[in-house]
């Protein structure tokens, strides 16, 4: 991977960062995206999408990823494979070391996407794999006729719950508050499924299994301190996200939790270093906000370049 200095690196092949590549490469700076699974990102592993202006019907991800990457290659996106390891940010050349290598260019945009939280109870490491999920939509055919719980109320537990009643024969819906945080349309959705039956009120302590699979959880009820056994099949679990990538010592300015802080022009506190997407400290994520971000990121590190050569 290393050669030349680029004119922009794009860390994260999620829409932010294929966005972010598109008009980067349509104003003619060379431009390349690192990534280490694949383009995409959490986007590729979704089902079905049908809130991405310009489509009538759902899209799958994994289309709308080949979309977004076929158009981005057209004006000469380059896209290479590889973990980051280490970002030095202190001089006018950012540099970024990769398991493939290093790569350096003037500007840099970080597109390094999100990755679900962990419960942190007993079993769930043990199990992870074997009965505990965190992607309905890579797992769910697995658990065909099967009982599974959802653990979260939030936007994406309550999607990923639904999709799993295309499987599961039922689907138990742990959430600790009696409200769900996601959108109304998707709310009325669970609450009128026949297949999905919520647990208000509900955390897990524990996921059992037999040391093979999962065979259940031990869970409590927060408002009268009961614990109790419950049979499942499998645990899915959505509880929120944490930023992705070695930012914790690289210059960047954070949130209390980690994710990166811009202005409205998705530039950081460090000149030269842009950030969109989910990373970013911020309010929604969405496919269609991520898309957003990532063209004004790239733009702005366009003006940025160009202010640079003079």
């Given at each position: ?14 829409p ?50 080949q ?52 419960l ?44 799993l ?39 897990v ?61 998705m ?25 957003a ?18």
């Open positions: 991977m290393e050669k030349e200095i680029r004119d922009v690196v794009i860390i994260g092949g999620g932010a960062g294929m966005a972010a590549g598109l008009y980067a490469s349509r104003a003619l700076l060379d431009t390349v995206i690192v990534e280490s699974k694949g383009p995409g990102g959490q986007m590729a592993q979704t089902h079905e999408i049908e809130n991405y202006p310009g489509f009538v019907q759902p899209v799958a991800g994994a289309e709308l990823v979309a977004m990457l076929d158009q981005a290659k057209r004006f000469g996106l380059s896209v290479e494979t590889g973990t980051v390891e280490q970002l030095d940010l202190s001089g006018d050349i950012k540099t970024v070391h990769t398991s493939s290598g290093v790569v350096k260019a003037k500007a840099l945009i970080l597109a390094t996407g999100v990755e679900p939280k962990r942190g109870v007993p079993g769930e490491q043990e199990y992870t794999g074997r009965g505990v999920s965190y992607c309905a939509t890579c797992d769910g055919a697995f658990f065909r006729g099967k009982k599974v719980a959802v653990v979260g109320g939030g936007d994406t537990a309550v999607k990923e719950a639904l999709f009643t295309r499987f599961a024969r039922e689907v138990v819906l742990i959430h600790r508050r009696d409200q769900l945080r996601s959108e109304h349309i998707q709310r009325q959705r669970l609450l009128n499924s026949k297949t999905i039956s919520p647990r208000w009120f509900h955390v302590h524990e996921i059992k299994g037999d040391g093979k699979r999962v065979d259940g959880v031990i869970v409590e009820n927060i408002q009268s301190g009961s614990i109790s056994p419950l049979a499942l099949d499998g645990v899915f679990v959505f509880i929120g996200r944490t930023p992705v990538g070695p930012l914790a010592d690289s210059g960047l300015e954070l949130d209390k939790e980690g994710f990166v802080i811009t202005d409205e022009s530039a950081t506190n460090i000149p030269g270093v842009f950030a969109a997407g989910d990373v970013r400290s911020k309010k929604w994520r969405q496919i269609v906000t991520a898309t971000e990532g063209s004004v990121a790239a733009l702005e590190a366009a003006e940025y370049i160009e202010n640079y050569k003079e």
